[in-house]
Every structure is written in C-alpha cells, then in structure tokens.
C-alpha cells in the first residue's frame, strides 16, 4: 500500500476564512468549491485518510462506530492477511432499521477565524430535514458554557457533485460565537 500524503493540486488560502467571506461564499456566490483547509490543515487531512484507509474497512464502517456509537468488528481478508475494522450492523442494514441524529464537530474543519465552528449533523436512515436543522441550531445556541454565545449560523448540504459520503446524509452548519451576555453567565 502506497503510504504517500497525497496534497490536491488547488489553491489554499492565506488567510483563515472571516464570517463575512464564509458568508459571501455560501449565500452571495453559492460556491462550495471556494471553501477549503488550509495547506498545512490539508496535510494532516490526508495523513488521516490514509490511517482509515489503513485501518477501516470503509469510511462509512469509521463513521457508523465513532459518530453513531456502533459495535467494532474485525474482519481478516485470508488472500492478504489484512486485518481491518468494520461496523456492525453494516450500513445498508442500519439504514432500513434505524433511524438516529448526531451533532458533532466536524474533525476536519475549514480553515476559518478563531470562534467559529464547523458542525456536522449526521443522519442515518432518513434525509435531514429542515426540522432537524433547527433543532441542531438550537441545541448549539445552548452551549453556552465555554463556547460562548451563539450569534449565527450558516448551513448547507453538499451538492451531489461535493459529496463524501453520499450515503449517510448530513448537514454542515457553521457558527460565529461571542463573548456570554451578562445575563447568561
């Protein structure tokens, strides 16, 4: 197996991304190719694809067992001898039995300021709806604790064309947080 980082040909940018060009980029120019690590953040990027790639059987099997809780199963390929894991219930059975949400920083976020954040509501078994965004929007204006006050939000699903994993929808929700008001504190 090839264990070489594998860094995209593209432009990355020098800068971390302000709220106000996040928002120009997802809501004026609607182009969610502009978004992206910056190179140093890709680096690491690629080096954990490469662990997965090594380690799990797919990237759904790693998704299904970190984000959604599933049992680890190891399984032997006799003809390699490569032991990998896999998640059990496997993914095409999960999403005809199960139906479960899960909000979660997204472990490889853009390259953004300091006091933004970039979520992931993950959804198994049904597409996320409208409903489920607010609800995850709500439950981030709660965490209040250390994070800061919420201020606003942007979502979005990829486009077909942008999609990772097309197979476990999913909504990307950034947030823009400041200092607690003094009543909440």
């Given amino acids: 197996m090839d264990t ?8 990355y940018p020098n800068e971390p991304y302000s709220w106000k060009k996040l928002v120009g980029i997802i809501t004026v120019q609607k ?3 502009l978004l992206a690590r910056s190179r140093e953040q890709e680096i690491v990027y690629q080096a954990y694809k490469l662990e997965l790639e090594r380690k799990w059987a797919t990237v759904y099997d790693m998704i299904l067992c970190t984000k959604f809780q ?4 190891h399984s032997c390929n006799d003809s390699t001898g490569v032991v990998s894991l896999y998640a059990h219930p496997q993914l095409s059975v999960a999403q005809q039995i199960r139906v479960e949400k899960r909000l ?3 472990d490889f976020p853009y390259f953004m300021m300091e006091g933004l954040e970039h979520w992931i509501l993950w959804k198994l078994g049904e597409p996320v709806t409208e409903a489920d965004v ?3 929007k709500e439950n ?10 919420l201020t606003d939000t942007l979502h979005w699903i990829n486009p077909p064309h942008l999609k990772s994993l097309p197979d476990i929808d999913h909504v990307h929700i950034l947030c823009k947080r400041g200092p607690k008001s003094p009543s909440s504190r």
């Avoid at 599933?70 to 199963?73: A, I, L, P």
């Fill in 31 to 33: 182009d969610l190719s």
């Fill in 140 to 149: 981030l204006s709660n965490m209040t604790d250390t994070n800061g006050e």
């Fill in 104 to 106: 979660c920083l997204n």
């Fill in 134 to 136: 607010l609800d995850a």
């Fill in 70 to 73: 599933f049992d680890q199963r």
């Fill in 4 to 11: 070489t980082t594998f860094i995209p040909d593209r432009t």
